[in-house]
Antibody, heavy 121, light 108 residues
């Protein structure tokens, strides 16, 4: 079955960096784009970033542009999120999700269980 | 950026009754609208896409309707396991993909 497993969440101080990983199995990783979506404590869902299947196209939410970088390693079936210059407002559970697209319209059909990032001094 | 607005914020419905959740987009998203269910401590689960197509293994009591800017998720004959927060999301104009703020469904 399809599995997405995030890891790397931690408690970090403001201004520091952290890298999240999402290990994917049960599907042909290199055929799909993937998203990161986050959810602050007691809050709703916020889309963060997406990467195309070959890594050539990446898009970011304005709230993280210039600070976060999405990447992937198709040889390892793994998605990454490099988070720099972290702020308190980046505190959230971070989910990875598969992007299933038809004619450029993409739904988020498989999700990981999430990993918690806490930014605090 | 397209703003998604859900109503009501909280809905309390008795088992066996029908629940109707609404979602409005600030501009047309055609039928590119999805609904997700999220239970406490769990990841979101895709319920509906294309405004009205049920995802795999989603029970038939869940149905979606609408197009353009007005959408509805209907849950007929509510069961206790339907207690959750439900989010709508547009994927017509991106980036960014945008979600509504959620409707918390409580079973009386």
């Amino acid at each position: 079955q399809v599995q997405l497993v995030e890891s790397g969440g931690d408690v970090v101080q403001p201004g520091r960096s952290l890298r999240l990983s999402c290990a994917v199995s049960g599907l042909t990783f290199s055929s799909y784009g993937f998203h990161w979506v986050r959810q602050g404590p007691g809050k709703g869902l916020e889309w963060v970033t997406v990467i195309s299947n070959d890594g050539s196209n990446k898009y970011y939410a304005d709230s993280v542009k210039g600070r976060f970088t999405i990447s992937r390693d198709n040889s390892k079936n793994t998605l990454y999120l490099q988070m720099n210059s972290l702020r308190a407002e980046d505190t959230a559970v971070y989910y990875c999700a598969r992007s299933y697209c038809s004619n450029g319209k993409c739904i988020f059909d498989y999700w990981g269980q999430g990993t918690l990032v806490t930014v605090s001094s | 950026e397209i703003v998604m607005t859900q109503s009501p914020a909280t809905l309390s419905v008795s088992p066996g009754e029908r629940a109707t959740l609404s979602c409005r987009a600030s501009q047309s998203v055609s039928s590119n609208l999805a609904w997700y269910q999220q239970k406490p401590g769990q990841a979101p689960r895709l319920l509906i896409y294309g405004a009205s197509t049920r995802a795999t293994d989603v029970p038939a009591r869940f149905s979606g309707s609408g197009s353009g800017t007005e959408f509805t998720l209907t849950i007929s004959s509510l069961q206790s396991e339907d207690s959750a927060v439900y989010y709508c999301q547009q994927y017509n104009n991106w980036p960014p993909y945008t979600f509504g703020q959620g409707t918390k469904l409580e079973i009386k």
